[in-house]
């Protein structure tokens, strides 16, 4: 049973910058693509970021330019580097595997205010 545990939220003015982490738990965490998700008030839950085995990178839109993600297979671990947030990046933001999806985390809140 996978399990995801995210860090690194906070508040954050706008233009600041904020690291989010997760650790995975649970099985063969180096042969999966691993994905950055966020769900903002009243709105869907969208995938934001994912970082394949291969190295195969997707950035949705909204975040291009402005969010790094990253992986430590050896630490089992996923990293989103977030700059130059904006007010609209405020939102509760989770990881999962985009190709197998768990059961979701707790998620770390991000807000971006002045």
Known sequence: QVQFAE????????????????????PFFSIHTMGWYRQA?????????SLSLGGNIFYGDSVKGRFTISRDNAKNTVTLQMNMLRPEDTAVYYCNRPNLLGDWGQGTQVTVSA
């Open 7 to 26: 860090s690194g939220g906070g508040l954050v003015q706008p233009g600041g910058s904020l690291r989010l982490s997760c650790v995975v738990s649970g």
């Open 41 to 49: 008030p009243g709105k869907q839950r969208e995938l934001v970021a």
